[in-house]
């Protein structure tokens, strides 16, 4: 593996994993620095599409409405298996993710397990996701024990 190849793959880890820290963060206007203009995500839960979102801007509004009623999140990214080509890339990341909100005057828990299917593209010296496919393997709503 060359040098550079070693560098990307660090960058867009360090991509990946920015992502996670600014959701956490609730810095949703952060995170659109992390995509081109033009992005295209996608989200499923299980098999069923739930949001087909395209540019930053649709995007910041789906994220910032998907989010309204999270007290709290934690994002832990685990494997990232990327290809590279050149100013472009493809990438499989997964990440495991709880969001606390409150419902009925009682906090519950949805634990999720998300596999990312990105797109990459180095534009100035600087990766961004240019597309992103989430697929939530699997869910799980909790009321959270005091």
């Not at 685990?78 to 890339?89: C, E, M, P, Y």
């Not at 009682?106 to 100035?124: A, F, G, L, P």
Request: charged content about 25%.
């Amino acid at each position: 593996m060359s040098l550079e190849n070693s560098q990307a793959k660090a960058e867009l880890k360090e991509l990946v994993d920015t992502f996670s820290n600014l959701a956490d963060e609730k810095n949703i206007p952060g995170q659109m620095h992390l995509f081109t203009p033009d992005t295209k995500v996608q989200v499923y839960m299980g098999d069923d599409l739930l949001f087909d979102i395209s540019g930053t801007k649709q995007l910041e509004e789906v994220f910032t409405s998907f989010t309204a009623n999270v007290k709290r999140s934690f994002h832990m990214n685990g494997q990232q298996v990327v290809k590279i080509d050149g100013d472009t890339a493809t990438g499989i990341a997964y990440c495991q993710v709880k969001l606390v909100s409150e419902e009925d005057g009682k906090e519950v828990i949805t634990d999720s397990s998300i596999i990312y299917h990105d797109e990459y593209v180095r534009q100035n010296g600087t990766w961004l996701i240019k597309t992103r496919i989430s697929h939530f393997t699997i869910n799980d709503k909790r009321s959270i024990q005091s």
